[in-house]
């Protein structure tokens, strides 16, 4: 005899078990969210929305740690659309792992909140008049354009200049953290930083 799955597509049973799901992942337990994908799939949960969640938890949980954890989420993601069930979970079940298995950082997550933030809390000025489309006709009479410096001209195709509006001058949103790809990130940037204060 079968046993009962213990899940409602619609009440708190449904929220609970896709909860536990994305815990899992960003918990890094391959086994946890295998289990909690079954169980989802056993119950007839749309794949679908168990697919848009796997996108999600990639780029919320994993993000520039691993950027292959969104490539592979949302391939998984048009693969199902592709070839449908039941096939289509063997796919949702190598994204799931992939991303339980993946180095974690919310760093994205957390940059993105800030920034969004400082729109909703600051008056964050105009664009820099260097950084200003120059295209149009007219532009250049009003100095659009005006003293912007060509990073591919320089070497390591990077020179240091203005980017942002004036009254967020020196902000830092994005922090990489210490794991996987962001390790990489980390150092890159602070050689940059270092370049700027050589020249400076």
């Known amino acids: 005899q079968q046993a009962p799955v213990r899940y409602d597509r619609e009440g708190d049973m449904h ?11 960003r918990g890094s337990d391959p086994d946890a969210a295998l289990h909690w994908l079954a169980r989802m799939l056993k119950a007839g949960e749309d794949p679908r929305f168990i697919a ?3 996108v999600i938890c990639a780029a919320e949980d994993v993000g520039l740690a691993d950027p292959l954890a969104l490539v592979v989420a949302e391939a998984a993601a048009r693969g199902l659309e592709q070839v449908g069930m039941p096939e289509g979970r063997l796919l949702l079940a190598e994204a799931v792992l992939y991303i339980a298995c993946a180095p974690k950082s919310n760093s994205v997550y957390r940059a993105l909140e800030e920034a969004m933030q400082d729109i909703e809390d600051r008056d964050t000025g105009d664009v820099p008049p260097h950084l200003r489309d120059s295209h149009y006709s007219g532009a250049k009479k009003l100095g659009h354009g005006k003293g912007y410096l060509y990073p591919h001209n320089y070497p390591r195709h990077y020179v240091d200049q203005q980017y942002l509006p004036d009254p967020l001058q020196g902000r830092v949103y994005y922090r990489p953290s210490e794991n996987g790809r962001e390790k990489q990130i980390r150092a890159w940037l602070s050689s940059l930083k270092a370049s700027r204060n050589e020249e400076s």
């Open 15 to 25: 929220y609970d078990v896709t909860s536990a799901f994305i815990k899992s992942m």
């Open 52 to 54: 848009r969640r796997i």
